[in-house]
């Protein structure tokens, strides 16, 4: 995407205080092309506290008020590619959340309109109809969790029947966790067709917390789509990730990505097929080998049945596909909310200004106590 990737324009691709980064590539020339200000950097509030609490007295007051402010750090490069722009975003929150996040713009790719093509898209205009057609995006990330020895495991939410121990004969339900180790790469392919389990939860066996819980990664994903043709059609050979929510893998050196660009030019036999990481079946618990982390190509989708709203443009509002990765026990939350107490102030925020945070902390907040 190197050699698509142009200029960005200061107030409107990126905010007017962002930082600008030229980008090179090799594509197509006998040596570096700079594209200049292709990358830039910058601060985004988020709109929502990361935090807050504020601590009621129940008497018309509050004991003490304390908040930290959401912002993001945000890397953004774009593609242009033909009619289409995508705008790829990387995002890294002072909670230690990692998010990877593309937006679609640019103009539609529209046909000639007739009656019979509302079927498959709305009008756009006098002769024009908006397809449907779906962009297929996918993420191939080597994670190592304190070190490359990682396992795999899905976590959902089930319910059990108990009795009530206060109360003789009554029953009660309520929820428990339901781990599900994912030992082998076929259990760790989470197919389309169902829906994905709630948790998915890449940590390392040997490296706890204090309270004995493994070192973890929670991955988030989010994608609007199904599936893009049926399982085994020709063209689908081309984009077998595709056919997964996520699917982890163990990571081979020859096995460096999960497509190819060269598959647009050949879907029916492609460079590369990703069905093949996975058909093997390896084992990828707790895998030791150094430089052999697992790789999970995350998968999301973005569907448009382009509709008037997206004419001329389509609207990013619901082209958000991305993916997110928490940290679980890790860098938690913030934790550098200044808490003052004052006690001659009614109001937050009538004492407490938002100050300068020590150097270790993220961000800036501030907090009041009042009686
Ligand atoms: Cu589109």
Avoid at 54 to 75: H, I, M, T
Avoid at 119 to 133: A, D, E, F, T
Avoid at 337 to 366: E, F, L, M, N, Y
Wanted: include cysteine; charged fraction near 20%.
């Amino acid at each position: 995407m190197g050699a698509s990737s142009y200029e960005l324009a200061r107030g409107v691709d990126c905010p007017e205080t962002a930082a600008f980064l030229d980008a090179h590539h090799l594509l197509d020339a006998d040596g570096p092309v700079r594209f200049p200000n292709a990358l830039c950097v910058f601060e985004l509030p988020t709109g929502v506290p990361l935090r807050r609490h504020f601590d009621s007295d129940f008497q018309g007051g509050f004991n003490f008020y304390a908040g930290l402010e959401g912002r993001a750090l945000v890397l953004r490069t774009t593609s242009t590619v033909y009619n289409y722009d995508y705008i790829w975003d990387f995002l890294l929150y002072p909670n230690g959340v990692l998010e990877a996040k593309v937006h679609a713009t640019g103009y539609i790719h529209a046909t000639f309109y007739t009656p019979e093509g509302r079927r498959y898209g709305s009008r756009v205009h006098s002769h024009l109809l908006g397809n449907i057609h779906t962009h297929l995006v996918h993420y191939k990330v080597d994670l190592d969790v304190a070190g490359s020895g990682n396992s795999f495991e899905t976590m959902d939410i089930g319910f059990e029947n108990i009795s009530n121990p206060w109360s003789a004969g009554a029953r009660v339900v309520q929820p428990r966790l339901q781990r599900e180790p994912r030992r082998r790469e076929r259990d760790a392919a989470l197919p389309l067709a169902r829906p994905a389990p709630r948790y998915l939860l890449f940590s390392n066996p040997r490296r706890r917390n204090r309270w004995g819980h493994r070192r973890t990664f929670r991955l988030q994903l989010s994608s609007h789509a199904g599936p893009v043709l049926p399982r085994g059609w020709r063209e689908e050979r081309g984009v077998t990730w595709a056919r997964y929510h996520l699917a982890v893998t163990r990571r081979h050196e020859n096995e460096p990505s999960s497509s190819s660009m060269y598959s647009q030019n050949d879907p029916w036999d492609p460079p590369v097929t990703f069905e093949s990481f996975i058909r093997d079946n390896e084992t990828i618990e707790d895998q030791v080998t150094p430089g052999c982390p697992k790789q999970s190509p995350g998968d999301t989708r973005m569907s448009h049945g382009d509709t008037r709203g997206d004419f001329p443009s389509p609207r990013w509002g619901h082209t958000e596909p991305g993916v997110s990765v928490w940290f679980i026990g890790a860098p938690t939350r913030g934790g550098h909310a200044r808490v003052t107490r004052d006690k001659h102030s009614t109001r937050i925020g009538a004492a407490g200004q938002c100050q300068p945070s020590p150097p270790a902390s993220p961000s800036c907040a501030w907090g009041v106590t009042a009686v």
